[in-house]
């Protein structure tokens, strides 16, 4: 079993920048794909980006160039650094642990959520 915890969550200023961490705990932990995803509301979960154990990177097109996603396999954390926040950025922002980058299975692992809001 695993267990992810979001952080740094908040509200922002429209431009401005936040970073979330997830933290990821339990008796095994090495997922090949650590992603975070998001829901508005009243909209579905998207995905915003991912990344493997080798390293490689992906984002959605809407966040590219503006958020960075990174990971430390030794600590058993990933982040997402988002800068020049947009208020479509607003929603509740989840990390995930799977096996295939953009892609939800049954079997895969997510946290509680964290809130973002970008708004002046």
């Known amino acids: 079993q695993v267990q992810l915890v979001e952080s740094g969550g908040g509200l922002v200023q429209p431009g401005g920048s936040l970073r979330l961490s997830c933290s990821a705990s339990?008796?095994?932990?090495?997922?090949?794909?650590m992603g975070w995803y998001r829901q508005a509301p009243g909209k579905q979960r998207e995905y915003v980006a991912g990344?493997?154990?080798?390293?490689?990177?992906d984002y959605a097109d809407s966040v590219k160039g503006r958020f960075t996603i990174s990971r430390d396999n030794a600590k058993n954390m990933v982040y997402l650094q988002m800068n020049s926040l947009k208020p479509e950025d607003t929603a509740v922002y989840y990390c995930?642990?799977?096996?295939?980058?953009?892609?939800?299975?049954?079997?895969?692992?997510w946290g509680q959520g964290t809130q973002v809001t970008v708004s002046s």
């Open positions: 995930q642990a799977g096996a295939s980058l953009r892609r939800v299975r049954a079997t895969d692992y």
């Open positions: 339990g008796s095994i932990f090495s997922p090949n794909v």
């Open positions: 990344i493997i154990s080798s390293g490689y990177t």
